[in-house]
């Protein structure tokens, strides 16, 4: 959040008072900017030729930490295209085989008119048709769902029954069974069904675990890919239904235009589409928690959670994404280099980010409309990526704290995750 000027001033001065360097809350506060030439980088001299970024390689990558990020960046954000161009595809896919399953059984119904004509080459044929439908269900959702053992087992559920009344020539029980099993595979094509056992509004598949590997069951993220059909949707843990429990009530798309122009705004030049191949805007936030008295339950946009946005840019590879942000680098200013992590003592394992600040966006600040103002945030190269987060018109030192549940996320976790 903004502060005003005043206070700003004020805590300054109260740092400034101390000696040396002082750590609160992970963020430093230098008594002086260092009088080197390479920090004493401003908006005007820092456009002549842009700070660099040793500690990348050719490829872009500046350790194990960062090649982890851009691997796990390209995973997450090839799911979050899934979800936005191949997900209706693969629920058409879905239903079709299903289809097939229940257009077989109405089929096999429609032949049985005496004791004798149930056969073993009936229940041979719905037992195919339905392993057949569970093997499209796989091709069409996986590895995103896992469809194939749920019809697998509807098929299981039925065909033993199916056999017993064939070998005995008992059409009745037949016939009877034969409707269980029509029922028992309507009933997982609904479209209720469908959009709870494979959500994308929630998302709560791998890509939550991918985004928040430790914390799917606290943090709510908004996705939106504007690029691919305007795609927007909530990633987070569903709410169970239960008696005397209130769950929040979005009221508004997540991340609509009007949000996405305004971040865009805010990160200036930072925003590069030559070249690029996807733009993606995420933000982390606390997920509300239902409760029990309805007046107190969360209900608003998502916008009102206060968020902590992330925007992504990916490239066509990581020569071309250190070309664009030589780009933005020179468009702006640097002043130096580092972690954003929240810990009140930095790890030695964090990536560093370049500290970033232009004044394309205009002041946010208040009461000094009339001046500029300067966007400061924070970039990161991670092979073909460009992230960008922690831009607004307070300074780095003037907000510590300001990560949020960005920290649950994966730019924040050092060790393996799962696949």
């Given at each position: ?34 009088s ?35 691997e ?46 149930p056969?073993?080459e ?70 209720v069904?469908?959009?709870k ?11 939550l ?12 993220v ?24 209130y ?10 235009a ?109 009461n ?16 073909p ?9 307070d ?19 050092n060790t393996e995750?799962?696949?």
């Open positions: 959040m903004e502060q005003p000027r005043r206070n700003v001033l004020a805590g300054l001065g109260a740092a400034a008072s101390l000696a040396g360097c002082l750590s609160v809350d992970g963020v430093r506060y230098p008594d002086e900017i260092e080197s030439d390479e920090s004493n980088t401003t908006l005007e001299a820092g456009t002549d030729e842009s700070p660099t970024d040793n500690s990348t390689d050719a490829d872009g990558y500046a350790s194990d930490l960062i090649q982890r990020i851009a796990r960046t390209q995973a997450i954000v090839a799911d979050v295209v899934w979800f936005a161009i191949s997900y209706p595809r693969a629920v058409e896919s879905y239903n079709q085989a299903v289809d097939s399953v229940i257009e077989t059984i109405d089929t096999v119904r429609t032949t049985i008119h005496q004791p004798t004509m056969t073993a009936m229940v041979d044929r719905l037992e195919t048709v339905g392993y057949n439908a569970a093997d499209r269900a796989e091709t069409a959702f996986e590895p995103h769902f896992s469809p194939g053992g749920l019809l697998r087992s509807r098929t299981d559920m039925h065909i033993p029954a199916l056999a017993r009344a064939a070998r005995r020539n008992d059409a009745d029980r037949f016939v009877e069974e034969l409707g269980r099993m029509r029922l028992s595979f309507f009933q997982i094509q609904t479209p069904y469908v959009s056992r494979f959500s994308r509004d929630p998302i709560h598949n791998r890509l675990d991918r985004l928040v590997p430790r914390a799917t069951g606290d943090v709510l908004e996705v939106a890919v504007p690029t691919r059909r305007g795609f927007t949707t909530l990633a987070h843990e569903p709410y169970v239904d239960e008696d005397g429990s769950p929040p009530t979005f009221t508004a798309d997540p991340l609509p009007a949000r996405r122009d305004r971040l865009r705004k805010r990160l200036g030049p930072v925003v590069q589409s030559s070249e690029r191949t996807e733009e993606v805007f995420l933000t982390f936030t606390s997920r509300p928690d239902p409760v029990t008295r309805q007046q107190n339950a969360f209900r608003g946009p998502p916008s009102d959670l206060d968020g902590t946005p992330l925007y992504v840019q990916q490239y066509n590879d990581p020569e071309r994404a250190r070309e664009q942000l030589s780009d933005i680098l020179t468009a702006g200013a640097t002043e130096g280099m580092a972690s954003i992590t929240s810990d009140v003592t930095p790890r030695t394992d964090s990536v560093e980010w370049h500290r970033y600040y232009h004044r394309e966006a205009g002041s946010d600040r208040t000094l409309d009339e001046f500029p103002g300067v966007q400061y945030g924070y970039l990161l190269q991670a092979g990526f460009i992230l960008a987060t922690g831009f607004s018109g300074a780095w030192e003037e907000r510590p704290r300001w990560q949020g549940q960005l920290t649950e996320s994966w730019l924040f976790q995750q799962p696949t």
